[in-house]
C-alpha cells in the first residue's frame, strides 16, 4: 500500500499541526511536511487541502509582503481549526490504539 494513500486520512490533521505552531504560507508548509518525511507531498495536494480548510473555517488567510515578489498568503488557526486538532488527536489516539491491538493478537 502506498503511504499516501494511509495519509489522506490524516494528512488534515498534519497540516492543521503546522499551522497551529505558527503562521506560514503555502510553499513553507510544503517544506516542512518534507522536512518531517513526507517526500512525496505536493502543492498539489497542499494547496487545495489550504483552500478546504479555509472554506470550512479551520485556518484564516491574510496577506504580507515578499522580498520575492508578489505578496504571500499566510495561514494561521481558528479556534474551531483548534476545536477540529483536539478532535484529530482524540480520534488518532483511539486508532492507533485499535491497530495496536490487532497487531498484537488482543481483542
Known sequence: MRESQLLKG?????VLEI???QEIYGYELVQRLREA???TTTGGT????LQ??????LVQVHYKPSSDGPD???FTITGKGKDYLHLFWQQWDDL???VDRLEKGES
Open 96 to 98: 492507533v490504539q485499535k
Open 46 to 49: 497542499i494547496y487545495p487541502l
Open 19 to 21: 499551522i497551529a505552531k
Open 72 to 74: 504571500r498568503k499566510y
Open 10 to 14: 490524516v494528512l488534515d490533521g498534519c
Open 52 to 57: 478546504k480548510l479555509e472554506k470550512n473555517q
Open 37 to 39: 518525511g513526507f517526500s
